[in-house]
């Protein structure tokens, strides 16, 4: 059965304290890993697919990187606008969905 | 550009009374998903559709129907509405298999009394 595990749960920073969250995932032929950004009372947006081990990709203060079984979405120098939850996804090849993880709520603080 | 869009936005439902969850893109996607959304649980996956007349039952398909009969439209119906179906729900599209970004709209927030 396909897995996707975020840890943890919840993360508190102080403004500018850099940390990561973590993905792991256990599903077969990966079709690509996904990161999403969950803003209170909002869709998830999306911010980046990964499709092989080793890809690494960046926007702002955030980069996703992916090995063979997890990814970490590293966040360097946050603001307190960074706060939200950040979610994981997967898919296989073919006509499958995305399965998600729990997600991880980040609280930034000033 | 509207992309995916959900009405109503809130909803607050009897037990045993039946509604329908609207759900339309304007971008010609293929693929349209319905997953729910409970405190600190995720996403998880209602029914999806590949296409204009094809859909299939998800992780948790019960008390639940869809339909498809256009590519723009994706509607999911509730029929005997019950207090586990308190949830908040999220459509989402994706253009093919090939192109994996799939783009959500802002979500029916449903409460069952």
């Known amino acids: 059965e396909d897995q996707v595990t975020q840890s943890p749960e919840a993360l508190r920073l102080q403004e500018g304290e850099s940390s990561s969250l973590n993905c792991s995932y256990t599903?077969?032929?990966?079709?690509?890993l996904f990161w999403y950004r969950q803003d209170p009372g909002k869709g998830p947006e999306f911010l980046f697919t990964?499709?092989?081990a080793g890809e690494e990709k960046e926007k702002e203060r955030l980069k996703a990187t992916l090995t063979k079984k997890e990814s970490f979405l590293h966040i360097t120098a946050p603001k307190p606008e960074d706060s939200a939850t950040y979610l994981c996804?997967?898919?296989?090849?073919?006509?499958?969905?995305?399965?998600f993880g729990k997600g991880t709520r980040l609280s930034v603080i000033a | 550009n509207a992309g995916v869009t959900q009405t109503p936005k809130f909803r607050i439902l009897k037990i045993g009374q039946s509604m329908t969850l609207q759900c339309t893109q304007d971008?010609?996607?293929?693929?349209m998903y319905w997953y729910r959304q409970d405190p600190g649980m995720g996403l998880k996956l209602i029914y999806y559709?590949?296409?204009?007349?094809?859909?299939d039952k998800g992780e948790v398909p019960n008390g639940y129907n869809v339909s498809r009969s256009t590519t723009e439209d994706f509607p999911l119906r509730l029929e005997l509405a019950a207090p586990s179906q308190t949830s908040v729900y999220f459509c989402?599209?994706?253009?093919?298999?090939?192109?994996?970004?799939?783009?959500f709209g802002q979500g029916t927030r449903l409460t069952v009394v």
């Open positions: 996804a997967v898919r296989k090849a073919g006509n499958t969905p995305l399965v």
């Open positions: 599903v077969s032929g990966l079709r690509g």
């Open positions: 990964l499709y092989s």
């Open positions: 971008m010609n996607h293929n693929y």
């Open positions: 559709s590949v296409g204009a007349g094809i859909t």
């Open positions: 989402a599209s994706i253009e093919g298999a090939l192109n994996t970004e799939a783009f």
